[in-house]
């Protein structure tokens, strides 16, 4: 396997994940990869590791350019697994430093016991010969101890999870792959990923302001180098929780009378004038749910009692959507029951909290609703979309 050069002397030397299909609970059916660079200069820089079993296909493309040993230093911008879980071997393999954060420092030795570790400030800069590395701590994008590293003199940014996608490709530049598959997965990572870090995120775009980045070299998927604008444009945007005038509608049914219910919101959202997505939580991965939230300014959520609560498949959707705060949206909740109710309330009680306002009240049915039962339901979907449209 070989090196790709990205800018004279800089080298991709990453991983392909092509089968991964699950990160930390986000289905990732495209895979992913876990990005690493080498910089060649007078002193040699790794910035960034891979997975403990992507080392040998990172150590191989490193080997097509230079011997691990003339290896003068190891950038490490962020300590979750993904990146780091190989360091202990590339630091056995090369007998470098590892220069990370403080919190960074604080981290790597409780993950992997001892390593020869370097801690770097703030606005710190290293000096490799030709090239000067910048470092900026960006904390909660996506950890305490993230940090970006520039380096000034070609404008590349390594901004390690920012801007990244789960989407493994032979390709490494955006304007090589797919544009709807990209964007696709783009909003997917944010959506499930750094949803929760918008203020995070400001505060490491007024770090970068002013500076003149040419690539932002991504830790997973492919490098931004032509839609820099493009993308900096969305996550703009996605940070500041702008949405659409769309409604998510998330349910679950026991025996097809929630789903009645939720059809006929939906025929409502979509008379008002409205997109809706419809989701069924057993039927919809929840990191894909999560990306239809994105950009929807109405969560609708339903779910069917069982045993006094509600039904489990639209737990898992509620208590992964609150982990990611979802902000400046609203949400309604419905749902059916039989001998006894308890699911609407429970849904209700698990939804406060997460950021989504509940104007409405909730709506709930008692068996199989009647036409009556389904006009409210209606009704309800045009009072949700006069909602969104009015703003
Ligand atoms: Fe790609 Fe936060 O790890």
Redesign the pocket.
């Known amino acids: 396997m070989e090196a790709v050069r990205i800018a004279e002397n800089v080298y991709w030397v990453g991983a392909i994940d092509w089968n991964g299909r699950n990160?930390h609970g986000y289905d990732t059916p495209r895979g992913s990869s876990?990005n690493a660079y080498l910089i060649v200069d007078d002193k040699i820089a790794l910035i960034d590791a891979v997975k403990a079993p992507f080392v040998s296909q990172m150590m191989e493309r490193v080997r097509s350019i230079v011997d691990p040993k003339d290896i003068d230093v190891i950038i490490s911008n962020?300590s979750?697994?993904?990146?780091s879980s190989g360091l202990p071997m590339l630091q056995e393999l090369t007998d470098a430093p590892i220069y990370a954060s403080r919190k960074g420092i604080e981290h790597l030795p409780l993950n992997y016991g001892p390593l020869q570790l370097t801690k770097v400030n703030d606005g710190q800069e290293l000096n490799l010969g030709k090239y000067n590395l910048k470092f900026m701590e960006t904390p909660m994008l996506?950890?305490p101890d993230?940090m970006f590293t520039y380096l000034k003199e070609l404008g590349i940014l390594f901004c390690?999870?920012g801007f990244?996608q789960h989407f493994a490709s032979s390709k490494r530049f955006d304007d090589e792959v797919d544009q709807g598959a990209l964007y696709e997965e783009a909003a997917k990572y944010y959506a499930n990923?750094l949803m929760p870090f918008g203020q995070p995120y400001a505060s490491a775009m007024e770090k970068v302001k002013g500076l003149d980045i040419k690539m932002l070299a991504t830790?997973?998927g492919v490098i931004w180098r032509t839609d820099i604008h493009g993308i900096l444009r969305l996550y703009d945007k996605w940070s500041k929780h702008q949405t659409e005038q769309k409604a998510v509608l998330v349910f679950d049914t026991m025996w097809g009378s929630t789903e009645k219910m939720a059809m006929a919101i939906a025929e409502g959202i979509t008379a008002g004038g409205v997109t809706v997505r419809i989701c069924k939580a057993s039927a919809t991965p929840r990191s894909v749910i999560m990306r239809e939230i994105l950009d929807s300014k109405a969560v609708v959520l339903g779910t069917p009692t069982l045993n006094l609560g509600m039904f489990p498949s639209m737990a898992d959707v509620v208590v992964y959507m609150k982990g990611l705060k979802p902000r400046g949206r609203f949400g309604a909740c419905f749902g059916a029951y039989g001998w006894s109710a308890g699911g609407v309330k429970a849904l209700r009680e698990l939804v406060t909290g997460s950021g989504l306002e509940l104007p409405f009240e909730d709506l709930e049915v008692r068996f199989n609703p009647t036409e009556a039962d389904l006009k409210r339901c209606h009704d309800l979907g045009l009072s949700i979309a006069k909602k969104i449209i009015m703003g």
């Open positions: 990160f876990y962020h979750e697994n993904d990146h996506h950890w993230s390690m999870d990244g990923i830790a997973h």
